[in-house]
């Protein structure tokens, strides 16, 4: 096979830029087929991109022989079934993050993959930004002796429109849908500790209607891990600045921080009102790179049946404790894992 054939889902945020990705920066894939329940989204595909190949519903899509491998940037709610769906017409699934909304879904989705002829794989963008690559490589080759602290934070530019607020009854909640990536990126840099203990608290500073759906704008928390690592995260939806997303990392010997500065680009003003810089505006501005880093490895992992970097049981890890932490923000206790 000399090029993966890829049927995308989900043409919506970031589907769309994973379609561009896919059609023009992934040179061993080809976008074979889309599909999508938006008469626009299609069209989209079709006059944009030329994809060639629209389908109105997933299950067109996977009876589609034109295609190998599928790409879900579909709602989270859909995530699991759609990757057992798709794993039972014989395709490969790339899915992004999280895995599921809930635990059950999570663990009946990787036992499906793992009695599968076909391979699934979650994404978690950040493990291919080059910077995360970095400072992970540093600490794996001992550059900050033994790790045993991670603060990472992933905050997003306030919205006056207040637009997020329709997406977010259905993404989970802000520690499922945004400090996953921290969750992930912590088991990672950590050496994939196993996590015995949560709690998690939060305020809504911005947006009352988050109150009816138990969720917060700004929210913090805490992991214990066996061994006596720790993590601490923050995610914010209220940020005033820009997105601002960054990690440090502690060990016995020193320390690594990653993108510390949320800076837009190399430009630093100075004048009679001390010195600035421009902020990222969005997570995609930040991690477009790492996207199509992602998408590569994918398509290689699949074409040279190699590992993929992200198993499902990390998949699995990262949403069991982002749930852990919506459940004790939501009760207000520290929840204990088995
Ligand atoms: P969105 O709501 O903008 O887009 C969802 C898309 O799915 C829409 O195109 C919609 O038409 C389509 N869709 C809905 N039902 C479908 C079905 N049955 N079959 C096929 N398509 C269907 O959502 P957004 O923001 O693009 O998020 C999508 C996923 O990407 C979420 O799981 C989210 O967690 C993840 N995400 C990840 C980010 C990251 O930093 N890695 C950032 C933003 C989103």
Redesign the pocket.
């Known amino acids: 096979m000399s090029k993966l054939r890829i049927g995308l889902?989900?043409?919506?945020?970031?589907?769309q830029r994973y379609a561009e990705n896919l059609a023009r920066a992934v040179p061993r894939a080809e976008l074979a087929a889309v599909?999508?329940?938006?008469d626009a989204?299609r069209a989209w595909a079709r006059d944009t991109l030329g994809v060639a190949t629209v389908h109105e519903?997933?299950e067109q899509m996977l009876a589609d022989p034109g295609i190998d491998a599928v790409v879900l940037?579909?709602?989270?709610s859909?995530?699991a079934a759609?990757i057992e769906q798709a794993l039972d017409a014989g395709k490969h699934v790339f899915c992004?993050?999280?895995l599921s909304l809930e635990l059950d879904d999570c663990r009946r989705a990787a036992a499906h993959a793992a009695k599968a002829t076909k391979r699934a794989m979650v994404?978690?963008?950040r493990r291919f930004d080059e910077s995360y690559r970095h400072a992970f490589m540093h600490i794996e080759g001992g550059g900050i002796g033994r790790p045993f602290l991670v603060y990472s934070q992933t905050t997003d530019l306030a919205d006056p429109s207040g637009a997020f607020l329709k997406?977010a009854p259905t993404?989970g909640g802000i520690f499922l849908?945004c400090s996953v990536?921290d969750v992930d990126l912590a088991r990672w840099l950590l050496g994939r500790p196993k996590a015995k203990k949560v709690y998690a608290t939060g305020t809504v500073a911005m947006y009352p209607p988050l109150e009816a759906i138990k969720d917060v704008d700004n929210g913090i928390a805490i992991v214990e891990f066996e061994g006596g690592q720790m993590a601490m995260f923050y995610a914010s939806r209220t940020q005033a600045h820009g997105h601002d997303t960054h990690t440090d990392v502690t060990g016995t010997g020193g320390k690594v921080s990653i993108g510390r500065n949320p800076r837009a680009d190399r430009v630093e003003i100075s004048d009679a009102a001390g010195v600035r810089n421009t902020v990222l505006p969005s997570?995609y501005e930040r991690?477009a790179p790492a996207f199509v880093t992602q998408a590569r490895h994918f398509v290689d992992a699949v074409l040279d049946d190699t590992p993929f970097d992200l198993t499902m049981d990390d998949a699995v890890e990262a949403t069991r404790i982002a749930i852990a932490l919506r459940e004790s923000q939501q009760s207000g206790q520290p929840v204990l894992l088995d």
């Open positions: 889902a989900g043409l919506g945020r970031l589907g599909c999508s329940p938006v989204e519903t997933y940037v579909t709602p989270t859909l995530h759609q992004e993050k999280p994404g978690f963008v997406f993404s849908d990536h997570f991690f």
